[in-house]
């Protein structure tokens, strides 16, 4: 199967493919008489795999060693280290929304004041006895 039907089938650019060989992520793909790059089933399978792991967005090189157990027959492994990176992204995501939480009361905080007809000192980076003065 061709470069441009594959991107097609996964919706992906033929670029990214070009990018996973490139990157060791998909071995060089046999090429045809005409020097086309002719792919099969178990790189469908490997660029499925490697999609539903950066869907997760773990790093690509993390997700390429995911994908090398996994076709080793270790998917046991793999599983439990995909609990893991799970676990790791459950938790910066707590952290990012804790950030995007306190950004939020910031921005409340400073729509009310500009609400009010004050210009936040926050923004200006003045303190209010600088202002007053």
């Known amino acids: 199967m061709r470069i441009g039907r594959v991107a097609h089938r996964l919706r992906v650019s ?3 493919i070009r990018f996973y060989e490139r990157e060791g992520l998909l071995p060089p793909p046999r090429r045809g008489e005409s020097g086309y790059r002719d792919y099969d089933d ?3 399978e490997r660029l499925r795999l490697l999609q539903g792991l950066r869907q997760l ?6 997700a390429a060693r995911l ?9 046991d492994e793999v599983s439990d280290e995909l609990r893991g990176l799970i676990r790791q ?7 990012r929304l804790a950030e995007l939480a306190h950004l939020d009361r910031r921005l409340a905080e ?3 004041q500009l609400a009010e007809g004050r210009l936040p000192q926050a923004v200006i980076g003045r303190s209010e006895e600088e202002a007053d003065g």
């Open 89 to 95: 992204q459950r938790a910066e995501i707590e952290r």
């Open 14 to 16: 033929p670029e990214a």
């Open 67 to 75: 994908a090398v157990m996994c076709e080793a027959g270790r998917c």
């Open 110 to 112: 400073l729509d009310r």
């Open 57 to 62: 967005e773990l790093r690509l090189p993390e």
């Open 42 to 44: 178990a790189d469908l």
